[in-house]
C-alpha cells in the first residue's frame, strides 16, 4: 500500500512500467468499466500525447504520468471545467512537495519561474447528454534533468529538480496529487463549479493581465477577466467588448 488518504480518486490504482499513453491504456480500461477514482500510472510512455496533438516526452524513471478516471453526472458542455482540477491539484502537490511556487497559465499549464513543468490532457466519452466517463491526464517533469528536454520545444519547460535544486520524490509527489485531487474532485461533487473556479483563479498567471491567445480563433489580445462556466477564457479587447477564447495557446504581455 502506498498509504493513501483518499475517499474517491486512488482508491483502484493501476502501474504500469512502459506503455504508449496512460491516457490510451486509461479509456480502454474505463470503456471496459473501471471504477471512478482508478488511476493508472506509468514509468515511460513510448507515445505520450499532448495537447494539440503533440507528442510529451515520456523517459522513465523519472517523471510522472498518470491518467485518472472520472465518473462526475454532468453534461458533455461542463467537461472543461474538470480540467481546471487537475491544474489546482497539481499546483498544490508540487508546492506541498517540493516547496516551490507554481502558477498556472490558461487553460491548465502549470508553470515555475515561468517554465512549464506539467501538462494536462482530458478525454472524455459521451453519446448522450451525460457524460459516461472522463480520463484526466496529468504529466509532471519531477527529476528529468535539463539534457532530456528536446531543443525545440514550444514553451520554455524545465523540472521541478531543476527549479528546487535537488530530487524531488515521486512517490510522496504522487501522493500529494492524488490527495489534492480527491480534496478538490469530492468539493466539485458536493458544491460545483464555483469553489475549484475561485480555487484556479487564486493560482492563475493570466487573471488581469494582459495577453495574447492564438488558436483556431486567429490572434486576439486583451486583458484577462476570468473563466466561465464552460471553462473558456473571459477576455475584455482594446476595444472594449468582452471575449470568450474556448482553445489556444497564451501569451502573458509585458
Ligand atoms: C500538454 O501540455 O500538451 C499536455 C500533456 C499531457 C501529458 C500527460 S502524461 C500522462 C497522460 N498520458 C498522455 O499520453 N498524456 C498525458
Redesign the pocket.
Known amino acids: 500500500s502506498v498509504g493513501l488518504n483518499v475517499a474517491r480518486i486512488g482508491t483502484s490504482l493501476v502501474f504500469v512500467g512502459e506503455t ?5 491504456l ?1 479509456y480502454r480500461l474505463a470503456e471496459d468499466g473501471a471504477v471512478e477514482g482508478t488511476v493508472v500510472i ?1 514509468d515511460a ?1 513510448n ?6 496533438g ?1 507528442q ?1 516526452e ?1 523517459p522513465a524513471g523519472v ?5 485518472i478516471i472520472l465518473r462526475p453526472p454532468i453534461m458533455p458542455l461542463h467537461a472543461p471545467q474538470l480540467t481546471f482540477l487537475s491544474a489546482v491539484a497539481v499546483a498544490e502537490a508540487i508546492e506541498r512537495s517540493a516547496g516551490l511556487a507554481p502558477v498556472i497559465k490558461w487553460p ?2 502549470v508553470l515555475v519561474n515561468g517554465f ?1 513543468v ?4 482530458n478525454e472524455m466519452s459521451a453519446e448522450t447528454e451525460r457524460i459516461d466517463f472522463l ?1 484526466l ?4 517533469n519531477i527529476n528529468m534533468q535539463r539534457d532530456q528536454f528536446p531543443t525545440d520545444l514550444r ?1 520554455p519547460a524545465s523540472s521541478l529538480a531543476i527549479e528546487a535544486g535537488h530530487e524531488v520524490s515521486r512517490l510522496s509527489f504522487a501522493r500529494a496529487l492524488l490527495e489534492s485531487l480527491d480534496v478538490h474532485y469530492s468539493q466539485y461533487r458536493s458544491e460545483g463549479y464555483a469553489p475549484l473556479r475561485q480555487a484556479w483563479l487564486g493560482r492563475s498567471a493570466v487573471m488581469g493581465r494582459r495577453v495574447r491567445v492564438s488558436g483556431n480563433q486567429g490572434d486576439m489580445t486583451g486583458t484577462v477577466e476570468g473563466i466561465d462556466e464552460i471553462g473558456a477564457l473571459l477576455l475584455r479587447t482594446a476595444h472594449g467588448t468582452l471575449e470568450r477564447v474556448l482553445a489556444g495557446d497564451v501569451t502573458i504581455e509585458g
Open positions: 504508449d499513453s496512460t491516457n490510451t486509461a506509468a510512455q507515445r505520450g500525447r499532448g495537447r494539440l503533440r510529451w515520456s517523471n510522472l504520468y498518470c491518467s491548465n499549464d512549464k506539467a501538462g494536462m490532457l480520463v491526464g496529468i504529466g509532471v514553451h
